[in-house]
Structure formats: C-alpha cells, structure tokens
C-alpha cells in the first residue's frame, strides 16, 4: 500500500494502511494516512452502481407497464347519433338501425374483431348485448370504416346506446 504525505508529497511503501496517525520521516508532518482504492476495487464499485441504475429501470418498466396504467387504444369506436333511426323489419316489427365508425388512430394495420351494440334502458340497465362482424378484417392506419346494423331488440324501451370492440376494454 502507498501512502504520500500530505504536506511534503514523500511516498512510502507499506503492507497495509495504519490505523493511527503517522510522522513523515523527511518533514515531520503528522498526519492520519487513508487507504486509497485500488484499480480492482474502483471497477467494482462501478460495475455495482451499473447493475443497480440497470434493475432500478428495469423495475420502472416492468412496474409502469403491469401497473393497470391506461394504455390509448389504437382502435376508436364511435356511434353516429345522426344515423340511428326506426325501421320495420319484413316481418313488420319496428327495429333500430345504427350506423357507426371505427377509426385506427395508428399507422398501423389492425385486425378489426367483432362489434358489440349494447342497448339500455332509462335506469342504465342492459337490454341487449349484440355482436355482429365489421365491415371489413383489416384497418389500415389512420383510416376509418363505417358499419351499419339492424338490432334486434325492441325498441319501446331503449334509451341509449353503446358500440364496443369484443376483446378490448
């Protein structure tokens, strides 16, 4: 182990760091010698402080993505109010006819999954739940489709509507 003096600048050879203070032989300075570190040390250090900044950012990751965070859908399904009107159906029965859109807000190509039309009535409650295919299979990115259907229920007691994507919340 090499210690200097601090005042000065003598270097001597020793086994180990002394745990009192020593005299310089050439000066006189007395002084409290420190153990430096060595190259082997220096590099472990480093390494450890690597490897923890490395699983602080892989915990942020992991924690941020499983975390429940809202992810932004990339697909958007929208009702257009203006389109839902009263039709008869061939058998006589009044039915509502819905017209809608899904947008793809990426530049992605998305497969489109089956629509889902739920239809309330005055206090919030389910009154039907209709699934039914789109339009088309694939959205290109930034492009939207237009999908029309028929409901089935009776209307007498529908007080809104909702469109859904199956599989996606």
Not at 73 to 83: A, S
Not at 138 to 152: A, I, Q, W, Y
């Amino acid at each position: 182990m090499k210690i200097v003096c601090d005042f000065c600048k003598t270097e001597y050879n020793l086994d180990r760091v002394p745990n009192t203070p020593v005299k310089c032989a050439v000066c006189g300075h007395v002084w409290m010698p420190h153990g430096r570190f060595s190259q082997k040390t220096m590099m472990k250090f480093i390494a450890a402080i690597c490897a923890f900044i490395a699983a602080c950012i892989f915990s942020f990751v992991v924690i941020f993505n499983f975390s429940g965070a809202k992810k932004s859908q990339p697909l958007i399904t929208k009702i257009n109010n203006k389109d839902i009107h009263m039709v008869v159906d061939e058998n006589g029965n009044n039915r509502i006819f819905v017209s809608g859109d899904i947008t793809n807000t990426t530049n992605d190509i998305y497969g489109l999954p089956n629509i889902i039309v739920v239809s309330y009535d005055d206090h919030g409650n389910v009154l039907s739940r209709q699934t039914f295919m789109p339009p088309a299979t694939l959205l290109e990115g930034k492009t939207t489709v237009t999908f029309n259907h028929m409901l089935s229920v009776d209307p007498t007691n529908v007080k809104r509507l909702s469109v859904e994507l199956k599989g996606i919340k």
